[in-house]
């Protein structure tokens, strides 16, 4: 069974950091790039950042020089370090196994993290 679970948000300044961690299970995550997406109240959710299996990474515009995706193979799981956080970073976060921006396995979301940024 193809799991995600999502930790490490929290409450935190405009201008602080979160680091955000994935670990995951039932898939092959070493063949597999790894996706972070976040919703925002009242927005779609949306591709976020990508990792491939061999580390390439690929960032959405409004998040470039600030997040930084990681993953540790041995422990099947993708890290999300996000500094200089804004007020529109507000969202829940989730993570996936993906194809370029979008997920594959679309019907088996975890329960995300919140993370809330005040100004």
């Known amino acids: 069974q193809v799991q995600f679970v999502e930790s490490g948000g929290g409450l935190v300044q405009a201008g602080g950091s979160v680091r955000l961690s994935c670990t995951t299970s039932?898939?092959?995550?070493?063949?597999?790039?790894i996706g972070w997406y976040r919703q925002a109240p009242g927005k779609q959710r949306e591709f976020v950042a990508v990792?491939?299996?061999?580390?390439?990474?690929g960032y959405i515009d409004s998040v470039k020089g600030r997040f930084t995706i990681s993953r540790d193979n041995t422990k099947n799981t993708v890290y999300l370090q996000m500094n200089s956080l804004e007020p529109e970073d507000t969202a829940v976060y989730y993570c996936?196994?993906?194809?370029?921006?979008?997920?594959?396995?679309?019907?088996?979301w975890g329960q995300g993290t919140q993370v809330t940024v005040s100004s």
């Open positions: 996936n196994a993906a194809i370029g921006d979008s997920p594959i396995y679309a019907r088996n």
């Open positions: 039932g898939f092959a995550f070493g063949l597999n790039a």
């Open positions: 990792i491939s299996r061999s580390a390439n990474t």
